[in-house]
């Protein structure tokens, strides 16, 4: 393992996706804390502290994952070198542990990319966090769990499917599937429990109407709790209560993260294990 | 002494479809072993098989008398280097780093072996250009290396020369018997290109339908095939007191035919045989390849 590990951090320094990944992550995060800054300047609507842009770049985490763990890992397939590692003795479980480890380290690193750059140009445009320096590490802390529950997810994929293509495909089509569910999920679970309706008065002016229950709205039960669950869950559902930074839990989905991770790892040992490499 | 590698009874099922049945197989250490075989007869799958790149449906294999079920399997599988289909190589590395890289793999302690690897197979000039922008043959010796890392005491080849010109055919072929002669590294090489396997092979196994059809030495090969004279004659008895009165070499196939190993003055012959009452009813020059052996053992029906 410390072996494959070794040979693996020199492939990890020497890839370009990884660099990548860390400039789109470190400009994402540049940028929404200028725009937050522009904005407290030009609109007295918004407060003077970091809050609202710091946290943005959670929303990119799982797509820059998804393509890094597929250029680390795709090439092994495609060039045939994680071959070499099984003939020469390494077994199937280390090949797969030093990859996960691989792109989870590459995970953090993207996080850290955004981060840093996030506190140094931030902290001293717009001060601290208004939710607290506890809340504000947590949060931290929960978005780089959650890009270790990605990285079990991607290298997953990556190591069961052998095409270079196809794999990063797939990476990019769950990121995106991942996101998207998160977002569905979010529509339905803020639907407000009824509709303002309007009616237009004699006089020609538009009057608030009684208002009406809304259909989409999703009553406290059985069903809310599960759709609560999933987006609480979801990498997806938890990216978008980052970006908002409306994280009711965040000790929760810190320990989702670490049940996504394991859970992932345990079936791509298994599946890896099982699988026919040509 | 313990071969290089055995199988016994080794089979790989692919849903309904049998790739390997039952395949027993020995290659002596030290040898070139030849594996012939016609495209889908189980080469590569069971090249695949003792790679540990998949797992057998039944049956076992050992690798220098280490069974494949056992676990110290993957200590025996660091005496051995393979290049599978295609040469196993970062492309968007330089041949060094590439073999830097197995070092690593391998957990070397330093990088001594590389240079001297890098002029086994004529790789030393390359600098620091990248393995994608280099030929078929060059890639194809750069996995060689790389396969080389660690000396290896096996060395596994399966189809090397495919899709190389005639010059990077050569130059493979130069390589493989250097690493047989000078460092005594067992071979085992599948090929299609039969006449090229037979400059090469000290043994030779032929497969067909994922099993084993005969495994022979090259000397073996060389005497069931060598140059004769195939006699066809109404009484292959009275054949054999003539040529025994010639004093030539024969082996009787039938009742009625022998092969003659002597050059022979056929006007001698077919008097001698007049006056033992015996007619000639046919002469045959023979002169078997290792592709008409093959064929001829295997049936040529399906031969690709």
């Given at each position: 393992m410390r072996n494959l590990l070794s040979a693996g951090l020199v492939r990890l320094a020497r890839c370009k996706a990884l660099w990548l990944s860390c400039a789109v992550a470190t400009g994402y995060e540049v940028f929404a804390v200028l725009s937050r800054c522009q904005r407290v300047v030009e609109e007295t609507t918004y407060s003077h502290n970091l809050d609202g842009g710091f946290f943005r770049f959670a929303g990119v985490i799982g797509l820059v994952s998804a393509l890094v763990c597929a250029f680390l890992i795709g090439p092994e397939h495609g060039d045939g070198t994680m071959r070499n590692k099984m003939i020469i003795g390494h077994s199937r479980r280390d090949i797969y542990l030093s990859n996960l480890i691989l792109s989870t380290l590459a995970s953090l690193m993207t996080c850290l990319a955004a981060v840093l750059p996030g506190l140094v140009l931030g902290l001293p445009l717009l001060g601290g966090f208004e939710m607290g320096t506890a809340r504000a590490t947590l949060m931290i802390l929960g978005i780089c769990t959650l890009s270790m529950a990605y990285a079990a997810l991607f290298t997953l994929v990556t190591m069961l499917i052998s095409g270079r293509t196809v794999s990063l495909t797939a990476a990019m089509v769950l990121a995106l599937a991942l996101l998207a569910a998160g977002a569905y999920l979010n529509g339905r679970l803020s639907a407000p429990p009824t509709i303002q309706g309007y009616d237009l008065s004699v006089n020609g002016q538009l009057v608030a109407a009684k208002p009406s229950p809304n259909p989409a709205y999703i009553p406290e039960g059985l069903m809310r709790s599960a759709l609560q669950f999933l987006y609480d869950f979801l990498p997806g559902g938890q990216t978008g209560q980052y970006v908002t930074t409306e994280v009711a839990r965040p000790v929760l989905l810190m320990v989702y993260d670490v049940v996504i991770f394991v859970a992932a790892t345990t079936a791509g040992l298994v599946l890896f294990r099982r699988k026919d490499l040509k | 002494m313990t071969p290089a590698l055995k199988t016994a009874g080794l089979t790989k099922r692919y849903g309904e479809f049998t790739a390997l049945d039952g395949l027993d197989m020995t290659v002596p250490r030290g040898a070139i072993y030849g594996l012939v075989g016609r495209n889908g007869a189980g080469k590569t799958t069971l090249i695949r098989l003792i790679c540990g790149l998949q797992r057998p449906s039944s049956g076992e294999y050992a690798i220098y008398g280490v069974d494949s079920r056992d676990k110290a399997i993957s200590k025996a599988r660091r005496r051995m280097g393979a290049v599978v289909e295609t040469p196993s190589i970062y492309?968007?590395?330089?041949?060094?780093?590439?073999?830097?890289?197995?070092?690593?793999?391998?957990?070397?302690?330093?990088?001594?072996?590389?240079?001297?690897?890098?002029?086994?197979?004529?790789?030393?000039?390359?600098?620091?250009?990248?393995?994608r922008n280099f030929s078929l043959g060059m890639k194809q010796r750069l996995g060689i290396a790389v396969a080389l890392c660690g000396d290896p005491d096996l060395l596994v080849l399966d189809e090397p020369t495919n899709g190389l010109d005639p010059q990077g055919i050569i130059e493979i072929r130069e390589l493989i018997l250097k690493l047989n002669r000078e460092r005594q590294i067992t071979v085992l090489i599948s090929s299609h290109i039969l006449d090229e396997l037979s400059r090469l092979a000290t043994h030779y196994g032929f497969i067909d339908r994922g099993r084993m059809v005969k495994e022979l030495s090259a000397e073996a090969l060389e005497t069931a095939s060598r140059k004769c004279t195939r006699v066809t004659v109404s009484d292959a008895s009275a054949l054999a007191v003539v040529l025994d009165g010639m004093g030539a070499e024969y082996s009787l196939i039938s009742e009625n035919a022998a092969d003659v190993y002597a050059k022979l003055n056929i006007t001698d012959l077919t008097l001698a045989l007049h006056d033992h009452g015996c007619d000639v009813l046919a002469l045959d020059e023979r002169d078997e390849s290792l592709e008409s052996f093959f064929v001829n053992l295997v049936g040529g029906d399906r031969h690709a």
């Amino acid at each position: 393992m410390r072996n494959l590990l070794s040979a693996g951090l020199v492939r990890l320094a020497r890839c370009k996706a990884l660099w990548l990944s860390c400039a789109v992550a470190t400009g994402y995060e540049v940028f929404a804390v200028l725009s937050r800054c522009q904005r407290v300047v030009e609109e007295t609507t918004y407060s003077h502290n970091l809050d609202g842009g710091f946290f943005r770049f959670a929303g990119v985490i799982g797509l820059v994952s998804a393509l890094v763990c597929a250029f680390l890992i795709g090439p092994e397939h495609g060039d045939g070198t994680m071959r070499n590692k099984m003939i020469i003795g390494h077994s199937r479980r280390d090949i797969y542990l030093s990859n996960l480890i691989l792109s989870t380290l590459a995970s953090l690193m993207t996080c850290l990319a955004a981060v840093l750059p996030g506190l140094v140009l931030g902290l001293p445009l717009l001060g601290g966090f208004e939710m607290g320096t506890a809340r504000a590490t947590l949060m931290i802390l929960g978005i780089c769990t959650l890009s270790m529950a990605y990285a079990a997810l991607f290298t997953l994929v990556t190591m069961l499917i052998s095409g270079r293509t196809v794999s990063l495909t797939a990476a990019m089509v769950l990121a995106l599937a991942l996101l998207a569910a998160g977002a569905y999920l979010n529509g339905r679970l803020s639907a407000p429990p009824t509709i303002q309706g309007y009616d237009l008065s004699v006089n020609g002016q538009l009057v608030a109407a009684k208002p009406s229950p809304n259909p989409a709205y999703i009553p406290e039960g059985l069903m809310r709790s599960a759709l609560q669950f999933l987006y609480d869950f979801l990498p997806g559902g938890q990216t978008g209560q980052y970006v908002t930074t409306e994280v009711a839990r965040p000790v929760l989905l810190m320990v989702y993260d670490v049940v996504i991770f394991v859970a992932a790892t345990t079936a791509g040992l298994v599946l890896f294990r099982r699988k026919d490499l040509k | 002494m313990t071969p290089a590698l055995k199988t016994a009874g080794l089979t790989k099922r692919y849903g309904e479809f049998t790739a390997l049945d039952g395949l027993d197989m020995t290659v002596p250490r030290g040898a070139i072993y030849g594996l012939v075989g016609r495209n889908g007869a189980g080469k590569t799958t069971l090249i695949r098989l003792i790679c540990g790149l998949q797992r057998p449906s039944s049956g076992e294999y050992a690798i220098y008398g280490v069974d494949s079920r056992d676990k110290a399997i993957s200590k025996a599988r660091r005496r051995m280097g393979a290049v599978v289909e295609t040469p196993s190589i970062y492309l968007d590395m330089s041949a060094e780093d590439n073999l830097k890289q197995q070092y690593r793999i391998l957990g070397l302690p330093d990088f001594t072996g590389i240079q001297e690897l890098l002029e086994l197979v004529g790789l030393t000039d390359t600098g620091r250009k990248k393995a994608r922008n280099f030929s078929l043959g060059m890639k194809q010796r750069l996995g060689i290396a790389v396969a080389l890392c660690g000396d290896p005491d096996l060395l596994v080849l399966d189809e090397p020369t495919n899709g190389l010109d005639p010059q990077g055919i050569i130059e493979i072929r130069e390589l493989i018997l250097k690493l047989n002669r000078e460092r005594q590294i067992t071979v085992l090489i599948s090929s299609h290109i039969l006449d090229e396997l037979s400059r090469l092979a000290t043994h030779y196994g032929f497969i067909d339908r994922g099993r084993m059809v005969k495994e022979l030495s090259a000397e073996a090969l060389e005497t069931a095939s060598r140059k004769c004279t195939r006699v066809t004659v109404s009484d292959a008895s009275a054949l054999a007191v003539v040529l025994d009165g010639m004093g030539a070499e024969y082996s009787l196939i039938s009742e009625n035919a022998a092969d003659v190993y002597a050059k022979l003055n056929i006007t001698d012959l077919t008097l001698a045989l007049h006056d033992h009452g015996c007619d000639v009813l046919a002469l045959d020059e023979r002169d078997e390849s290792l592709e008409s052996f093959f064929v001829n053992l295997v049936g040529g029906d399906r031969h690709a």
